[in-house]
């Protein structure tokens, strides 16, 4: 006798629903792990680029500082306290907007910051690409610049390098680059025309104590007492007494004489 053959029953689809739960709570399990050792995982990706307008600009720094990432946010020349205000920030830890941005004169505006527990100030001013910060100073709003052209203004008719050091003197005083710029020999290199920036983006005020007429040497040496960022520094200012088109300031020491 030949009997047919039986269809094997139909085995249940229980194990596959058991094994796509585990697969989900495992995926589920690691992306949690990861959100939880990894903070950041399920933000979304902070601005620190944008600087099209000064609003822009303080929102990327404020991100900037938290990230440790503010050197696409610097003018190409700036203050020399703003370098030590990234060193300190880097282990600020973040930062907050305390003070919205506000207009200090024509082409510059300021914002406040609170990082690591101190109030910083920024100054904001237009340059390549958009606007960058110029100056960031602790303890208060930087003060603004009478105006942010850097061309140097026409050589003014001097006749001594006593006379050539002082109105040099007297434009970092007043923190007028052009003034400044233009009294500079045309030999200088561009460490120092750029030094000479970086110093009246800051706020330092030298007076001259002394000054040594060399008439040999057709030099003139001014020896002064000044006070950068707070604290008191000698500086000093050498000429060119014999140079082409008259006297000119040929070398600049901001603090130290």
Not at 52 to 66: I, K, W, Y
Not at 136 to 160: N, Q, Y
Not at 208 to 229: R, S
């Amino acid at each position: 006798m030949t009997y047919g053959h039986y269809a094997p029953p139909k085995r249940p689809k229980t194990w596959l629903w058991i094994t796509l739960t585990l697969v989900f709570v495992l995926i589920a399990g690691g992306v949690a792990f990861t959100g939880f050792v990894s903070p950041g995982f399920f933000k979304a990706k902070t601005d620190t680029t944008s600087r099209a307008t000064p609003e822009q600009l303080s929102r990327s720094f404020v991100n900037g500082v938290g990230e440790n990432r503010v050197s696409e946010l610097w003018c190409a020349i700036r203050s020399k306290r703003s370098y030590t205000f990234e060193q300190t920030m880097a282990v600020s830890g973040g930062a907050q907007l305390s003070t919205p941005v506000h207009q200090r004169a024509a082409q510059e505006y300021s914002a406040a910051i609170t990082a690591a527990g101190e109030t910083v100030g920024i100054a904001m001013i237009p340059g390549e690409g958009g606007w960058c910060v110029r100056d960031a100073k602790i303890g208060g709003e930087p003060e603004p610049l009478p105006g942010i052209e850097t061309k140097p203004s026409p050589r003014p008719d001097v006749k001594t390098g006593e006379e050539a050091g002082n109105k040099f003197v007297d434009a970092i005083n007043t923190r007028d680059i052009p003034a400044a710029l233009s009294v500079l020999c045309g030999k200088v290199p561009d460490t120092t025309r750029d030094g000479v920036q970086q110093i009246i983006h800051g706020e330092a005020r030298y007076t001259v104590e002394k000054a040594d007429v060399l008439t040999t040497a057709e030099q003139t040496i001014l020896h002064l007492a000044g006070e950068v960022d707070g604290v008191r520094q000698p500086g000093r200012v050498e000429t060119d007494d014999a140079a082409e088109g008259g006297p000119c300031v040929a070398s600049f020491a901001p603090d130290s004489d």
